[in-house]
Nanobody, 123 residues
Framework: QVQLVESGGGLVQAGGSLRLSCEAS????????MGWFRQAPGKEREFVVA????????YYLDSVKGRFTISKDNAKNTVYLQMNSLKPEDSAVYYC????????????????WGQGTQVTVSS
């Protein structure tokens, strides 16, 4: 069993930066691929980025490439999402997710979810 707790969301102006953290509990954390999804009001939950359990592979949504960076610290059981050059369209609730690397981009196949943290980017 893995429990995920996000933090670091908030309100920022366009062009600004935020860093989200996702702390996991459970001894098997290091064996999961980790990802971030987001959901804006009235829209479906959208895959944003993922990192393999060893940290050697990452996968980004095209619209965040070059702006967002995911990293993982297995010693701290924590995944980070550094978000730079934020745009108003990045506004959403961001969810941390854990699952298999092969299906980490598919929300229906995620094993564990965090509770979400709100990110709001003002224009």
């Amino acid at each position: 069993q893995v429990q995920l707790v996000e933090s670091g969301g908030g309100l920022v102006q366009a062009g600004g930066s935020l860093r989200l953290s996702c702390e996991a509990s459970g001894s098997t954390f290091s064996r999961y691929a980790m990802g971030w999804f987001r959901q804006a009001p009235g829209k479906e939950r959208e895959f944003v980025v993922a990192i393999a359990w060893g940290g050697g592979s990452t996968y980004y949504l095209d619209s965040v490439k070059g702006r967002f960076t995911i990293s993982k610290d297995n010693a701290k059981n924590t995944v980070y999402l550094q978000m730079n050059s934020l745009k108003p369209e990045d506004s959403a609730v961001y969810y941390c997710a854990a699952g298999s690397w092969l299906t980490i981009a598919t929300s229906e196949l995620i094993d564990y979810w965090g509770q979400g943290t709100q990110v709001t980017v003002s224009s």
